[in-house]
């Protein structure tokens, strides 16, 4: 049998561009190329698709220069990527995608109904369960109905910041300080602030405000940030790993602490309270059946000194940087970064025949 062709997604509009290009090497690096060859396309920030020639491009960033423009065709009876250098153009047939892409425009179920709308294969969540997951205000819905334990929220519109006094009376009646403050969607804890008055409320409103017209206003929990990875779907049984701790060198796991402060770190199969590492493990792949999750997901919680579990948030396109919790998990129970990628891209293929 010969060789597959797959699609590598990465980069994106998002505010999580720059972990799109750090995370898509390393998968790159881990796809069997003896099964697969592949097509490496690139999104621009301003949203440009872009073919890319080889990894290192990929690593310097010189790929945004490139002359060919690589795009997937909608077209179900193409089944492809058109390639178009001025008036020349090529139709490469795909057997599956990867979409390496994080945030908006990547994780949120716009790509993923391109895929669907094309007929092709892809690895990951499908529209309903990337974007419910996407949009924390509709993840919290879903896991209130599965009555599972999570912060208390005051949801905010962009509009309601016209009166930012009324939205700061509602808030102050509902909680103490401090509280956080996080987009709707976004990840990787882009315009997410820590709020410990009014002032700092304001301002956290301001900037999250800046990245989704939705914003959460959530209690202040404390615990430790526990993250559990997930597989599964479909006609495959969903399995979770072990669990991995977050010791964050910042005041909390913002941006900047999860990428580029090196005293950050992660810590695989911490000791928690009793019972506490298969509660999360029940309740990750609760959450991930819940949002009709399929291939992956990293699902993240804090875990409370008396061994109570709080469900934070699901991730239905996780980090696959050198740092990634997720593949670390995987690598933990056994399973490394070759055999990982190959399940996932092998789930992947078998979607429309479930």
Not at 134 to 140: A, F, G, H, N, S
Not at 321 to 350: F, Q
Request: aromatic letters at 8%.
């Amino acid at each position: 049998m010969g060789k597959k062709t797959a699609v590598v997604l990465f980069g994106g509009q998002s505010s999580e561009h720059i972990v799109s290009c750090m995370s898509v090497v390393n998968v790159i690096n881990h796809i069997n190329r003896e099964k697969y060859d592949i097509v490496l396309i690139g999104i621009t920030e301003e949203g440009r698709w872009i073919k890319a020639e080889t990894l290192e491009d990929i690593k310097n960033g010189t790929w945004k220069n490139g002359l060919v423009s690589a795009v997937i065709s909608p077209d179900a009876t193409m089944g492809g990527v058109i390639l178009m250098v001025g008036e020349k153009t090529e139709i490469i047939k795909v057997d599956v995608v990867f979409p390496v892409l994080h945030g908006l425009f990547g994780e949120d179920g716009t790509v993923q109904g391109l895929f669907e709308l094309a007929g092709i294969p892809y690895v990951g969540c499908g529209v309903l369960a990337s974007a419910i997951s996407m949009d924390k205000l509709y993840t919290k819905i879903v896991a209130d109905d599965l009555g599972v334990n999570q912060a208390a929220y005051v949801p905010v519109m962009r509009h309601d910041l016209n009166d930012m006094e009324a939205v700061v009376k509602r808030v102050e009646e509902k909680f103490s300080y401090p509280v956080f403050v996080k987009p709707s969607n976004a990840g990787s804890s882009k315009g997410v602030s820590r709020a410990g008055d009014g002032q700092e409320l304001m301002e956290a409103l301001v900037e999250a405000a800046n990245h989704d017209r939705k914003i959460l206003v959530e209690e202040m929990i404390v615990g430790r940030e526990i993250e559990c990875a997930v597989f599964g779907g479909g006609n495959v049984p969903v399995e979770a790993s072990g669990v991995g701790e977050i010791l964050a060198a910042a005041e909390f796991y913002d941006f900047d602490a999860k990428y580029y402060n090196s005293d950050s770190r992660t810590v695989v199969d911490p000791v928690l309270p009793e019972g506490a590492t298969e509660r999360v493990r029940e309740a990750a792949k609760a959450i991930f059946q819940a949002v009709d999750g399929y291939g992956l997901a990293r699902v993240d919680f804090f875990v409370k000194e008396d061994g109570s579990v709080v469900f934070n948030e699901i991730n239905t396109m996780p980090g696959f940087t050198a740092i990634s919790m997720y593949p670390m998990l995987w690598e933990a129970a056994g399973v490394n970064k070759d055999e990982l990628v190959d399940r996932l891209m092998e789930h992947a293929m078998n979607r429309y025949r479930i």
